[in-house]
């Protein structure tokens, strides 16, 4: 078993279409302007948005690898740290903070995501801005057939060779918690390694207590990246949230 996040090359060539994020995070940036802080900031994939702005840029996340390669690209343009988004004090605070990417559910229990959002309000300076994007638990993904496997990506490139992501995930609905195994194919080949991670269910109505615990209050509820608003229909919980 791998741990996904020590493998940044991967992690980079399965995301690098991935873009659809970027416009409402620089829509924000300009909006609010800086210092920000980017929470769960990986290889730098948002980093840039940031950045390009011309704004004051701190990411942090738990892997080391990860930050390694964000520091290669951004080091010199922006601040890097390898912290724990439950428990972290940087001793400053920022106008704008984000955690993107549905790296939220790595919070494996309501517990630990308050603590993540404790910290966040201690960050935010009185008149900023926060905003969170995951996506709303979906039962017909929850509850495939554990024992088969199923495409996560498109096609990609990865060491000149034709890739995709196959996976299968395990629910526990007792807990909320999906474990996630994902495979490698390789041309056509399906590859051993099995790649691990786990994500925590979050509805929204769960969502509003959380924010409420840790003192931070809604100011929008959008269900996509064009930011239309969040109802019955939408697949994704992004909030926008201030101190007050
Ligand atoms: C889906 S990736 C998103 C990375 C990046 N924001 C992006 O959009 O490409 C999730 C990230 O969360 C980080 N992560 C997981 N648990 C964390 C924790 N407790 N504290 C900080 N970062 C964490 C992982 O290391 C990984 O980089």
Same mark, same amino acid.
């Given at each position: 078993m791998?741990?996904?996040y020590t493998?940044?090359e991967l992690?980079d060539?399965i995301?690098?279409?991935?873009?659809w $994020?970027?416009?409402?995070?620089?829509?924000i940036?300009k909006r609010?302007?800086?210092p920000?802080l980017?929470i769960a900031?990986g290889t730098g994939r948002l *980093?840039?948005?940031?950045?390009?702005?011309?704004?004051?840029y701190?990411?942090?996340d738990?892997?080391?690898e990860? +930050?390694? +390669?964000?520091?290669?690209?951004?080091?010199n343009q922006?601040a890097? =740290?390898?912290?724990?988004?439950?428990k972290?004090?940087l001793? +400053?605070q920022?106008k704008?903070?984000?955690?993107?990417f549905?790296?939220? !559910?790595h919070n494996?229990s309501?517990?630990s995501? /308050?603590d993540? !959002?404790k910290?966040i309000?201690?960050?935010l300076?009185?008149?900023?801005?926060?905003?969170l994007s995951?996506y709303i638990? $979906?039962? *017909?993904f /929850?509850?495939?057939?554990p024992?088969?496997l199923?495409?996560?990506? $498109?096609?990609?490139? =990865?060491?000149? *060779?034709?890739?995709?992501?196959? %996976?299968?995930?395990?629910f526990?609905p007792?807990?909320e918690?999906n474990?996630l195994k994902?495979f490698l194919e390789?041309?056509?080949? #399906?590859? %051993? %390694?099995?790649?691990n =991670?786990s994500?925590?269910?979050?509805y929204?109505?769960v969502? $509003?207590l /959380?924010f409420e615990?840790?003192? #931070?209050?809604i100011?929008?509820?959008?269900?996509d990246y064009?930011?239309?608003?969040?109802?019955q229909?939408?697949?994704?919980?992004?909030?926008?949230?201030?101190? *007050?």
């Amino acid at each position: 078993m791998i741990d996904l996040y020590t493998k940044p090359e991967l992690y980079d060539a399965i995301h690098s279409n991935y873009m659809w $994020d970027e416009k409402i995070i620089s829509k924000i940036g300009k909006r609010v302007g800086g210092p920000v802080l980017e929470i769960a900031s990986g290889t730098g994939r948002l *980093s840039n948005v940031i950045i390009k702005l011309g704004l004051e840029y701190t990411g942090i996340d738990l892997s080391k690898e990860y +930050t390694k +390669t964000a520091k290669m690209r951004y080091g010199n343009q922006g601040a890097f =740290f390898v912290q724990n988004m439950q428990k972290f004090d940087l001793g +400053t605070q920022f106008k704008f903070i984000f955690i993107g990417f549905n790296s939220f !559910l790595h919070n494996l229990s309501n517990e630990s995501a /308050l603590d993540c !959002l404790k910290c966040i309000y201690q960050h935010l300076s009185n008149n900023g801005t926060f905003l969170l994007s995951i996506y709303i638990p $979906d039962p *017909s993904f /929850l509850y495939r057939d554990p024992n088969n496997l199923y495409a996560a990506t $498109d096609y990609f490139n =990865f060491k000149d *060779s034709k890739c995709r992501i196959m %996976e299968k995930n395990l629910f526990n609905p007792e807990t909320e918690i999906n474990n996630l195994k994902w495979f490698l194919e390789v041309d056509g080949v #399906l590859q %051993e %390694e099995e790649y691990n =991670f786990s994500q925590k269910m979050y509805y929204p109505h769960v969502m $509003d207590l /959380l924010f409420e615990k840790a003192g #931070l209050v809604i100011k929008e509820k959008l269900g996509d990246y064009d930011s239309s608003p969040m109802d019955q229909e939408s697949n994704m919980q992004i909030y926008i949230c201030g101190k *007050s």
